[in-house]
Nanobody, 122 residues
Framework: VQLQASGGGLVQAGGSLRLSCAASERTAITNVMAWFRQAPGKERDFVARINESRMTTYYADFAKDRFTVSRDHVKNTLYLQLNNLKPEDTAVYYC????????????????WGRGTQVTVSS
């Protein structure tokens, strides 16, 4: 399975972006799909995840009010809607897939996309 993230870019504070992550196929390993982000000089942080069967979602605290994760089974695509962006949201955003039911840390994920850069100017 391969993941391809896209949709990043440069946006002003308060703006919005929609990230996409296309999966090459749908298998047990894409049971849960998630977004992480990594700012320069910092560790990779969990952002949000969504499972396949019930579309249950889970968010990091910083993402709860402004970000929305979703997925389209027909298109095998994961999305992350980013609203009211702030300069501190600047990071490379990665999508990932896991066969575990409730993965949360990087080590729980089996497949990673290359990442897409999001830059928020003040």
């Amino acid at each position: 399975v391969q993941l391809q993230a896209s949709g990043g870019g440069l946006v002003q504070a308060g703006g919005s972006l929609r990230l996409s992550c296309a999966a090459s196929e749908r298998t047990a390993i894409t049971n849960v799909m998630a977004w992480f982000r990594q700012a320069p000089g910092k560790e990779r942080d969990f952002v949000a995840r969504i499972n396949e069967s019930r579309m249950t979602t889970y968010y990091a605290d910083f993402a709860k009010d402004r970000f929305t994760v979703s997925r389209d089974h027909v298109k095998n695509t994961l999305y992350l809607q980013l609203n009211n962006l702030k300069p501190e949201d600047t990071a490379v955003y990665y999508c990932a897939a896991s066969r575990y039911p409730r993965p949360i840390v990087s080590a729980d994920f089996h497949i990673w996309g290359r990442g897409t850069q999001v830059t928020v100017s003040s």
